[in-house]
């Protein structure tokens, strides 16, 4: 069974930057600048997870990985171009 991540970054350094955006961008949506919207099953959140960490200077970046409620709607507000199926947006 797939659950709901949001996947936030801040990366030091841009190579580093530009390797996680690649990586992210084959496995979620786009929301915003660092941040993506991902499906994931537990098995492929430990893969990303591991992927991620091979990527990063745990001494300089930081990588969030935030479990969404099931269940419950995602509200966006503002411009949010790119909205994964089942959210709401209220401009």
Same mark, same amino acid.
């Given at each position: 069974?797939?659950?709901?991540?949001?996947?936030?970054?801040?990366?030091a350094?841009?190579? #580093?930057?530009?390797?996680? %955006?690649?990586?992210? &961008?084959?496995?979620? @949506?786009? /929301?915003?600048?660092?941040?993506?919207f991902?499906?994931?099953?537990w098995?492929?959140?430990?893969?990303?997870? #591991?992927?991620?960490?091979l %990527?990063?200077?745990? &001494?300089?970046?930081? @990588?969030r /990985?935030?479990?969404?409620?099931?269940?419950?709607?995602t509200?966006?507000?503002?411009?949010?171009?790119?909205?994964?199926?089942?959210?709401?947006?209220?401009?």
């Open positions: 069974m797939k659950s709901n991540y949001l996947v936030c970054y801040d990366i350094s841009p190579r #580093r930057l530009g390797r996680i %955006l690649r990586l992210m &961008k084959g496995n979620g @949506i786009h /929301i915003q600048y660092s941040v993506f991902c499906r994931f099953t098995p492929q959140l430990l893969e990303i997870k #591991r992927k991620l960490n %990527l990063i200077n745990p &001494k300089e970046d930081d @990588i /990985i935030y479990p969404l409620p099931a269940g419950e709607k509200v966006a507000l503002g411009r949010g171009d790119k909205v994964p199926e089942g959210v709401d947006v209220y401009l």
